[in-house]
């Protein structure tokens, strides 16, 4: 049989296993759960709570609902949503990751202290994102969302500026950008690394994991943000290295010989029992 070995270091980060732990126990305990978005990047996943009669609805939906508990999944959302929880009087579970839940206040602190020096918050960070929304939110909309040195433009350097960042955002790219916003200010710039460890110090592991065999077989939602940050990770260490979103998607021709060891890993959204599944089915070809 092929040796096939799972990456014990991959798999739900705190953030999101709290999400998932909140949702599963509502629902064995019998309760209507309705998820304010997608709980979390993995179609598999998400399809094993909907099998249990968890829902998703969106924001504007939350108001429509009668009874039932309303979560709000790990990456965190903007007061506007609270509020109507709140005026709805349902039951609110807040499964806001604790890392994204001190980012909101941190951002909503520093937004307070930069209005009284007509300053500029900057989140880098994904636009549309669901936690960067949650982030702008705390602002009241004024925030500046940066993806890249495009995104430069929409600043005034004139005004003081503070920076932050969306919790999955690397690092190292978030010190490139402080660094092109300070040469082109007006005044010092304040900025401040708020990237997850624990999300971020995936990439190292990963890469580590990846060059201990054949072939690596990544398991990963397709709209995962990390997902494609870890894949990617994995390939620049294994040319070999396959995405699979689940079991059904690998293909024989990938494996040629039974001698050739393979490694399975995920993304902090990709659940241990996927890629569990994934690794029974590629030691039976």
């Known amino acids: ?3 096939v070995e799972i990456d014990k270091n991959s798999g739900f980060c705190f953030g999101v296993r709290k999400a998932i732990e909140s949702a599963t126990n509502l629902l064995d305990n019998g309760d209507k759960v309705y998820c304010v978005g997608d709980i979390v990047h993995n179609e598999e996943e998400s399809n094993r709570l909907a099998s249990k009669g968890m829902e998703i609805i969106g924001k504007e939906d939350i108001s429509t609902i009668k009874d039932g508990t309303i979560l709000f ?3 965190g959302e903007e007061p506007a949503s609270y509020l109507k929880v709140k005026k709805s009087e349902l039951i609110l579970n807040d499964a806001t990751c604790p890392v994204v839940l001190k980012l909101q206040q941190r951002i909503r602190a520093a937004y307070e202290q930069q209005k009284k020096v007509n300053g500029q918050i900057i989140i880098f960070g994904k636009k549309g994102h669901a936690e960067v929304v949650g982030l702008v939110g705390q602002t009241n909309g004024e925030a500046i969302v940066v993806e890249n040195s495009e995104g430069l433009k929409l600043i005034d350097f004139s005004r003081p ?11 190292d790219e978030l010190k490139q950008l402080v660094a092109l916003i300070s040469d082109k200010a007006k005044k010092p ?7 997850c460890k624990q999300v971020t110090g995936r990439v190292p592991r990963i890469k580590a994991f990846a060059s201990q065999f054949d072939i690596v077989v990544f398991v990963g939602g397709k709209k995962s943000s990390n997902a494609k940050v870890l894949f990617q990770a994995c390939k620049e260490e294994n040319e070999n290295s396959y995405f699979v979103s689940s079991a059904d998607e690998l293909k024989k021709e990938w494996f040629h010989t039974s001698d050739q060891s393979v490694g399975v890993c995920g993304a902090t959204s990709t659940p241990f029992w996927l890629m569990e599944k994934v690794a029974e089915k590629i030691s039976q070809f």
Do not use: D, S
Not at 162 to 167: G, H, M, P, S, V
Not at 189 to 195: F, G
């Open 189 to 195: 710039v304040q900025w401040h690394n708020t990237t």
């Open 1 to 3: 049989m092929r040796k």
């Open 161 to 171: 500026i503070e920076i932050f960042a969306q919790t999955t955002k690397n690092p």
């Open 73 to 75: 999944r790990a990456h």
